[in-house]
Nanobody, 122 residues
Framework: QVHLVESGGGLVQAGDSLRLSCAASTRIVSDWTVGWFRQAPGNEREFVAFIRGSDDSTNYAGFVKGRFTISKDNAENTVYLQMNSLKVEDTATYYC???????????????WGQGTQVTVSS
């Protein structure tokens, strides 16, 4: 079974930083693509970033604008999302997901974590 567990969310002030973690089962991080998505109440789930297991190549959504960095630790089967200079509009539930083929559309991902809440106050 493929399992993904997010952690690291919390309540922070605008301008603060958070590091989200996605712990995956087996060799998902090293062999598959792991992406981060976010969803605010009433909004569609949107792509944030992904990282490929095979070559560590990355892809970011435009709104990141250099503030977020995705990385991974193959030995720990964990993908991270470092979020700096957080804005109120970053408030959402953040999910990690795994896909055999790299994709920016959430429908391309078949395995999802439970989500971790990020709330940014002004």
């Amino acid at each position: 079974q493929v399992h993904l567990v997010e952690s690291g969310g919390g309540l922070v002030q605008a301008g603060d930083s958070l590091r989200l973690s996605c712990a995956a089962s087996t060799r998902i991080v090293s062999d598959w693509t792991v992406g981060w998505f976010r969803q605010a109440p009433g909004n569609e789930r949107e792509f944030v970033a992904f990282i490929r297991g095979s070559d560590d190549s990355t892809n970011y959504a435009g709104f990141v604008k250099g503030r977020f960095t995705i990385s991974k630790d193959n030995a720990e089967n964990t993908v991270y999302l470092q979020m700096n200079s957080l804005k109120v509009e970053d408030t959402a539930t953040y999910y990690c997901a795994a896909s055999f083929i790299p994709a920016t559309n959430f429908r391309g991902y078949g395995y999802w974590g439970q989500g971790t809440q990020v709330t940014v106050s002004s």
